[in-house]
């Protein structure tokens, strides 16, 4: 759905909208992760025209105040300058951030966009409570819901009352989702809230093994690209290489590959050397007696001749796709 620049005016279309018809004025706020980029936190902190608070008070991640993820207002300023379209000169250092982070490896999905009637102060206390949960053996783990990719994922594991108590203070919520659409979800804006027995949120171990298992895709995507960066370049995004990854376990599930390590290997041979190489004569008939074979996938493989991974990996860089 468009660039930035759409969406932004449309939650801030929507907001007006709302306002006409509930007789009242919400404010418009970003919640934008800034962990990784701290340089472009420091002109935002700089800013007197700009509100910002972070969802991190109260909590043990506060002393890392320079990475802390910030609840913005949207200004004055930079409701007119982008009233004014993309070639008008930008002054508003929200802007300017915006325009920067949506240029940065995964800036896309660093921005929620927030309408509430609520002040700044009750959105970040009510916030600063769910960058944490605990399961029931007293384990602990983050929650980096203002990564909009981890707050979709927390949408599907939360149970009905969880995203309405998330959502309690706000009229809406949006943010892009990984496959280019925008997630809107509505709340009642106001703050009431069934009673909390801990400073964190209480999942089960179904839930936290949920985000695990969304997790996965991204985690291979991580460990490809550290160990292949030689072969891959520094230019491809995490998600590009997220989109491939996703791909290549799909055609490994088929051939009934589970464990992490042939995950692994199987996925860094679709993505490094030909994303189509189980198709081949001499290695189709191998993965097919994969599963009742019972060593690993490398050692399953291991009498394909060298011969048979360059010819594919040739034909990859003939078809002008390189090694990806």
Known sequence: MGGWEERLNDTLAQAETLASAAGMVPNTYLLVDFRGRTELA?????????SYGSVWVGTDLAVYDEIAPLLIQVDDLSRFELSRGKQAPRTSELLRLLAKLHEADGGEFAVTHIVSARPLADLM?????????????????????????????????????????????????????RNGSVAQWTGAGDMRQRARDSRQQAFTQGQ?????????????????????????????????????????????????????????????????????????????????????????????????????????????????????
């Open 42 to 50: 420091r002109p935002v902190k700089a800013c007197a025209d700009l």
């Open 125 to 177: 206390a009510h916030y600063a409570y769910y960058g944490e949960y605990g399961l029931p053996d007293g384990r602990e783990y983050y929650l980096h819901f203002y990564d909009s990719r981890i707050l979709d994922r927390a949408f599907q594991v939360w149970t009905d009352e969880e995203r309405e108590d998330f959502l309690a203070p706000v009229h809406q919520l949006r943010y892009l989702r």
């Open 208 to 324: 936290h093994q949920a985000l695990l298992d969304m997790d996965y895709p991204d985690k291979l995507a991580v460990q490809i690209r550290r160990l292949y960066l030689g072969v891959l370049g520094g230019g491809l995004r995490q998600d590009a290489l997220y989109t491939q990854v996703l791909a290549q376990m799909e055609r490994a599930r088929s051939y009934g590959i589970a464990t992490e390590r042939d995950m692994l290997d199987y996925v860094a041979w679709g993505i490094t050397i030909s994303p189509r190489f189980d198709e081949h004569e001499a290695i189709a008939p191998m993965l097919r007696r994969f599963k009742e074979s019972g060593p690993g996938l490398s050692q399953a493989l291991a009498d394909v001749p060298d011969e048979v991974w360059d010819a594919l990996l040739r034909a990859e860089q003939a078809h002008g796709r390189g090694a990806v």
